[in-house]
């Protein structure tokens, strides 16, 4: 089930597989050559799915195929920021949530009926509404975005504010454990440790659940994709730092994501959100905390495990078939970060043993060739990481914000890609004494003041405790 942007049927490389056998290789290798000839590890923005609530792609860019997806994730109740509470129901590690009642799961809220909605009674086909239509009078279709699985993203406009455009996500509410219920419950909880795309409504009618939020952007494959050089050391630093904050905030409410990938990653879309980075898909999360008494603590690390996320960008233990934990995900942003500055040795690459052999014994200055030398800095501290290891965020971003200051860029400089763009929202500047470098204050400072999620004491903000 793929949540947030994605939360239907992606196409994306997500790999579902068994466990492998004691001899490390699958019981049927026939059988597994077969599967994995499907598996192209990269991104699939694909107009027919609901990955993007951002723009869509002017042309199809298939370079990946999917395996069938993985199943729902199994969270135990995720803890709430600063003061988590505990879950109504107390779950053994492994254990599936109750299907109608999924821990951390908030449902809709019930909204009246109007009219257009009663119209819509019987089986209304969510995958098909006309551009013009009005859903709870207010949001007025534009187009479709994506569908799959039984419901659909489209691009609608407020009928109390024509020009703001969002995203509205609707599924048909006949399954009491869908996707968007669950979607719903993780979002409410990221508004609360900021940084996060923004819900602005939703609501739940006889036919259908619905949620309107924030509309945004390229996600960084297609950014890669759109660029006729490559993206410059500062920028990627930028996008490191942006990414790291994204991810360490879906860490304190007690998840970890498992499929950190560039496709994963979006920018706002319009004025400063240009600049900022958006965590999106939430269909692999697993919740790694349970409570014991009135403690949150981490979970017991399982012996082996499915596969989970995209064999270009996982970690060699997620290769293993080992319990991921909140270091795999920072594995997978540094993987993520070299395919989008250059490109990973793997990238054409299908076969998953061989891509773990490159993972595995590559020297580090061809995996991160034409990388900042950062990059290997990280990868080593990275490696030193175990299973239940609270990452040091404030040592990663300290690694990246040294990279960004040695190529001489600030925070508040502009993405190349942006500097053309004849946007006045785009400026930087809020007024003409916040230009860089210039009157009011040092050059960082400022940059914390525009961007307040890269202050070092956000990484250094210690939320859920372990």
Not at 51 to 80: C, S, Y
Not at 456 to 464: G, L, T
Request: hydrophobic share 35%.
């Amino acid at each position: 089930m793929i949540l947030l942007t994605r939360h239907f049927s992606s196409k994306a490389a997500r790999v579902r597989m068994p466990p492998p056998a004691p001899n490390g290789r699958s019981k049927k290798k026939d059988k597994k050559k077969k599967d994995m000839a499907q598996v192209t590890p990269g991104e699939t923005p694909d107009a027919n799915n609901t990955n993007a609530i951002g723009e869509a792609p002017a042309t199809p860019e298939v370079t990946e195929q999917a395996l069938p997806p993985a199943p729902a994730p199994t969270p135990d109740a995720p803890p709430k920021a600063k003061e988590p509470k505990a879950a109504a129901k107390q779950q053994q590690d492994g254990e599936l949530p109750d299907a109608d009642n999924p821990a951390g799961s908030k449902d809709l809220p019930d909204m009246p009926m109007t009219i257009a909605e009663k119209s819509m009674l019987g089986t209304p086909d969510i995958a098909s509404l006309p551009a013009g239509k009005l859903i709870t009078e207010r949001w007025k279709i534009i187009d479709k975005l994506g569908e799959g699985g039984g419901g659909a993203v489209y691009r609608v406009t407020d009928n109390t504010m024509a020009y703001v455009q969002r995203a509205l996500k609707i599924e048909a509410s006949a399954d009491a454990a869908g996707a968007l219920k669950l979607e719903y419950g993780l979002l409410t909880d990221l508004q609360k440790v900021n940084h996060s795309v923004q819900i602005i409504v939703a609501g739940k009618l006889p036919e259908f659940r619905y949620m309107v939020i924030q509309l945004l952007g390229k996600d960084l494959y297609a950014l890669k994709r759109s660029l006729t050089e490559p993206i410059s050391d500062g920028s990627i630093f930028k996008i490191g730092m942006m990414s790291l904050y994204a991810i360490k905030q879906l860490h304190e409410i007690g998840y970890i994501h498992r499929d950190i990938k560039p496709g994963n990653l979006m920018f706002g879309r319009e004025g400063r959100e240009r600049q900022t980075i958006y965590l999106i898909d939430y269909g692999m999360v697993r919740s790694y905390v349970r409570k014991v008494g009135d403690k949150w603590k981490v979970r017991k690390e399982r012996e082996k495990c499915e596969f989970r996320g995209t064999l270009r960008y996982c970690s060699l233990n997620v290769h293993m078939r080992r319990e991921q934990c909140r270091a795999d995900d920072l594995w997978s942003l540094l993987y993520s970060m070299t395919e989008v500055h250059f490109r990973l040795p793997w990238n054409k690459e299908n076969d998953e043993e061989k891509i773990m052999r490159s993972k595995k014994t590559l020297p580090d200055t061809t995996i991160f060739m034409h990388c900042p030398r950062e990059f290997i800095e990280i990868k080593h501290y990275l490696k030193g990481l175990t299973y239940a290891d609270r990452p040091d965020y404030l040592k990663i971003y300290q690694i990246m914000w040294k990279g960004m200051k040695r190529n001489k860029f600030q925070f508040s400089t502009p993405f190349e890609w942006n500097k053309d763009v004849d946007d006045p929202q785009t400026a930087i500047e809020s007024n003409p004494d916040e230009k860089r470098g210039e009157k009011c204050e040092n050059p960082d400072e400022l940059d914390y003041k525009l961007f307040p999620m890269i202050h070092p004491d956000r990484f250094k903000e210690n939320i859920i405790g372990l």
